[in-house]
């Protein structure tokens, strides 16, 4: 006996004409199609212009409009960009303060819970002085770029409140546990090779991703540099970034603390561009392999002298826009014409490879143009060699401090818009090499692990 | 969704559904009007301080959000002239021409002196009495206050959100994908096209605030193009810069309207000026009250 469920002649009949009636389904269904972009085609030549929907006047050329027939709507895709909405700013009473982290020149910082998520974020309360501009410049940029860089290395900010004070302007940021200066005042011994090549890639990256989008940050120094708990690496605190401005439009001197300033602006140059960045990450990087900040001028001078002592003299060769800049000229520099000036003072990192050095010495250009974009910086064979980077995962954590009370060491601000430009007069910097024999006597011996 | 940086945080319904202002009883045409001239207003002023138009637009456009929607300004609060100053003072501030607040309460206060809310090249040009535009410190101090304390209404307002992106630059990059550069009349097609633009940035409409850049550049290209009787490619071209039928057409309409509105508004408001401050938006209420007011009774008289 045939099986109950074989096909039978009536299946068969069945199943084709199914198959036949979607075939002319489909044909049907292109034929209409093409009618209507034929219509489509018509309209376009005779229609004065798409259709309308809503009108504001009675114009007489608005009545020369032709209904627009039914077509099909078209099934290509179109992309839409969003960017969301805008709404008022909430109140600073949404957040209940957990204690306060830093006062700095800027504001205060303190660490808070969202009450209705419980998230735990950092409020930044910005300082008001409303005397001459209206609302600051400077924490309208630092909001305008933050609010426009989304980058894991780059502190994100979540919005913006408002208090009881109509003056009153707050920041939400993503809360990061430790910063780079305090980190390190706290720690023992300095960062491990690997370590100090994972956080310098890091804080490569956020500047690169910054000077690939125009903005300079103007204030790269450790305590401005976070850290969280995973390792990961984020920049904060952007009161003197700012957008590259058109060509020639005289920038502001005052920009960058005084020990990860440049010497080209230490000279008083108007005309600087992303480079400033670059000697403030090489100092960064220094101080990351010392533990300790390795240019702590105590003035502009004692800093330009401090400079000059690390890295050299500069010379017509090695900057020749050097003596068209604005101090330049009260410069009294050593010139000894059988002496070689000595260039880059390796003595001072024994422990850094060949290649580091390489490295921090092209950071700590004194020429601006000889320095490395960050880019080169990123594809330089310092990162390739032994010891590799420290996966980020497998960062030590530490004890946190955000909050806690403790001693600090006095370090100088950032300096503020609208001080007085203390300049560099004339000064005798013959003798800064006089120490320099003995430190290249060398440093001694000593184990140090990876 | 992380926002694009090339797309402008858009209007959402309930943002245009009704306003502060109507809540506060102000008729949808009155505001409509004050509307037109606040960005009329803010343009003169960005002319008169010799700002560059992407400037001027980005003012105009913070100054029509700011009105949007029930949590935004009001019209018996903040009056359309202060806050189309604090609107370009704030703009001019982030870009690289920041002009102080002396140059704007200036300016501001020599248009406030022009006997029209329709502004035109020539009248700008007249040079009236000095007498009548001087501020004096005092009359200064208290408008720099004014200034600032509406400059951070505004940045509240918007949370922040001063991101403007306008579609000037799209739409010579449109015009150039277009390939129409090569011919004769390129120039008055572009020239005709910005000028779309700028039109529609005085819009009572906001057009700004409910279409992205690509679509307005889209839309002004197409008017130009209708104008100055360039031949656009015969296929469905806006949709490659993201714009469909729908769209280009209310915004061709929208465009187009705003000429027949104007002149109409110019008659509505012949021989007086579009209140801009919060005095004169009272004053217009009372005006239009009384006029009902005597209507109703003359509808009682007759009736009677």
């Known amino acids: 006996m045939a099986s109950r469920w074989a096909n039978d002649e009536a299946d068969k009949v069945e199943e084709l004409r199914r198959k036949k009636d979607k075939e002319e389904k489909k044909r049907l269904k292109l034929q209409k199609q093409q009618e209507a972009e034929a219509a489509a085609l018509a309209t376009q030549e005779t229609e004065s212009r798409p259709a309308k929907r809503r009108r504001l006047s009675t114009g007489e050329d608005d009545d020369q409009e032709v209904p627009k027939p039914n077509e099909p709507e078209a099934d290509r895709k179109l992309i839409r960009f969003e960017a969301g909405t805008w709404s008022p700013c909430r109140h600073v009473s949404h957040f209940e303060t957990l204690n306060q982290i830093e006062e700095g020149s800027y504001g205060w910082v303190s660490r808070a819970r969202d009450t209705t998520t419980n998230q735990v974020v950092a409020l930044k309360k910005v300082k008001m002085d409303y005397a001459q501009d209206g609302f600051p410049i400077t924490a309208l940029r630092e909001i305008q770029i933050l609010q426009r860089s989304h ?178 000229r009260s410069l009294k520099l050593p010139r000894d014409p059988q002496h070689k000036t000595p260039g880059f003072n390796r003595a001072r990192f024994p422990f850094l ?51 806690q009370e403790r001693r600090r060491k006095r370090s100088p601000n950032a300096p503020k818009r609208g001080d007085e430009v203390q300049g560099v007069k004339n000064v005798d910097f013959s003798s800064i090499f006089a120490a320099r024999e003995e430190g290249e006597k060398g440093a001694g011996f000593m184990l140090k692990m990876a | 969704m992380r926002p694009s940086p090339l797309a402008n945080p858009l209007a959402t319904v309930a943002h245009l559904e009704t306003s502060a202002s109507q809540l506060d009883s102000i008729p949808p045409d009155l505001e409509d009007s004050i509307r037109f001239a606040g960005a009329s207003l803010t343009q003169a002023a960005g002319v008169l301080l010799r700002l560059p138009q992407e400037v001027i637009a980005q003012g105009i456009v913070l100054f029509q959000r700011f009105y949007l929607g029930p949590p935004g300004g009001s019209l018996t609060e903040y009056g359309a002239e202060q806050v189309s100053a604090a609107s370009l003072y704030l703009t001019a501030k982030l870009s690289a021409y920041p002009k102080s607040a002396r140059s704007v309460v200036n300016v501001y206060a ?76 390129a120039p008055e097609l572009a020239k005709r096209a910005i000028a779309y633009l700028n039109t529609a940035l005085l819009s009572p409409q906001c057009l700004y605030l409910t279409h992205q850049p690509s679509a307005l550049a889209t839309a002004a290209i197409y008017l130009a193009a209708r104008e100055v009787g360039i031949k656009m490619p015969e296929c469905e071209w806006w949709e490659v810069f993201d714009t469909d039928r729908e769209m280009l057409g209310f915004l061709c309409v929208g465009m187009l309207s705003l000429e027949g509105w104007v002149s109409e508004e110019k008659g509505r408001w012949a021989g007086r000026s579009v209140p801009v401050s919060v005095e004169g938006v009272a004053e217009e209420m009372r005006r239009r009250k009384e006029e009902t007011g005597l209507d109703d009774d003359m509808q009682r008289a007759v009736n009677g």
């Not at chain 1, 004070?165 to 980190?183: A, G, Y």
């Not at chain 2, 007249?126 to 206050?145: D, H, I, M």
């Not at chain 2, 505004?154 to 011919?183: K, M």
Request: hydrophobic share 35%; with cysteine.
């Open chain 1, 151 to 328: 980058h894991p290395n780059i502190v994100s900010l979540q919005e913006i409140l408002s208090g009881d004070d109509p003056q009153e302007c707050v920041l939400v940021m993503e809360f990061l546990e430790h910063d780079l200066k305090t980190l390190q005042e706290d720690m023992s011994e300095p960062f491990m090779a690997s370590e100090v090549k994972t956080l310098l890639r890091q804080l490569v990256q956020g500047v690169q991703y910054l000077h690939t989008n125009s903005i300079m940050h103007r204030d790269l120094k450790t305590s401005n540099i976070l850290l969280n708990n995973r390792g990961q690496l984020k920049l904060a605190d952007f009161g003197m970034a700012r957008y590259t401005p058109p060509p020639n439009a005289p920038l502001t001197q005052l920009v960058v603390t005084l020990w990860y300033r440049s010497p080209e602006l230490l000279l008083g140059t108007r005309d600087y561009s992303t480079e400033v960045d670059m000697w403030s990450v090489g100092c960064i990087f220094g101080e990351l392999i010392l533990k300790e900040p390795i240019l702590s001028g105590k003035n502009e001078v004692d800093q330009l002298s401090l400079i000059f002592s690390l890295c050299g003299l500069p010379s017509e060769k090695t900057w020749p826009a050097f003596y068209r800049l604005p101090n330049a």
């Open chain 1, 353 to 403: 490879t060949a290649s580091g050095i390489d490295l921090l010495s092209a950071l700590l250009s004194l020429n601006p143009e000889n320095r490395p974009s960050a880019t080169d910086v990123l594809s330089h064979p310092y990162f390739g060699e032994q010891p590799k980077p420290k996966p980020a995962q497998m960062f030590p954590t530490f004890p946190s401090k955000a909050g």
């Open chain 2, 110 to 185: 020599y248009l406030s002196n022009l006997p029209t809310s329709f502004y035109d090249a020539e009248s700008l040009q007249k040079r009236g009495l000095e007498k009548e535009y001087f501020v004096s410190e005092g009359t200064y101090e208290r408008r720099r206050s004014t200034l600032f304390t509406t400059e951070q209404v505004i940045l509240r307002t918007l949370g922040f959100n001063t991101h403007v992106q306008l579609p000037y630059t799209l739409c010579i990059t449109y015009l150039q994908a277009l390939d129409t550069f090569s011919h004769p009349r």
